[in-house]
């Protein structure tokens, strides 16, 4: 069971960037393959982005203003969000699969084992 802990939420007005951090337990974080996700009130949780060893993944809401990357030296992944936009407002979810690779298709939080607790980030117009 990995534990993972996000950071880095908060208020931004609209065109502004943020730096999601997700830092994870244990020891063999450079075998997990990653993501994020998102929630808004009264929606579903959304796929923002993945990644595993050599391969990122992007939604299209998000392509071209988010970067999603990994430092397994420090056991955290990242989200470089820019060009925030008010539709962009949510929780922000990072979550782990305990393998590198996907066996379905990686936008579906069915793939992931272990959730963090999620941190609010708000966009102002």
């Known amino acids: 069971q990995v534990q993972l802990v996000e950071s880095g939420g908060e208020l931004v007005q609209a065109g502004g960037s943020l730096r999601l951090s997700c830092a994870a337990s244990?020891?063999?974080?450079?075998?997990?393959?990653m993501g994020w996700f998102r929630q808004a009130p009264g929606t579903e949780r959304a796929f923002v982005a993945a990644?595993?060893?050599?391969?990122?993944y992007y939604a299209e809401s998000v392509k071209g203003r988010c970067t999603i990357s990994r430092d397994n030296a420090k056991n955290t992944v990242y989200l470089q969000m820019n060009s925030l936009k008010p539709e962009d407002t949510a929780v922000y979810y990072c979550?782990?699969?305990?393998?590198?690779?996907?066996?379905?298709?990686?936008?579906?939080?069915?793939?992931?084992?272990?959730w963090g607790q999620g941190t609010q980030v708000t966009v102002s117009s």
């Open positions: 979550a782990a699969r305990g393998a590198i690779y996907f066996t379905g298709n990686y936008y579906s939080p069915q793939q992931y084992d272990n």
């Open positions: 244990g020891r063999t974080f450079s075998r997990y393959a």
């Open positions: 990644i595993t060893g050599s391969n990122r």
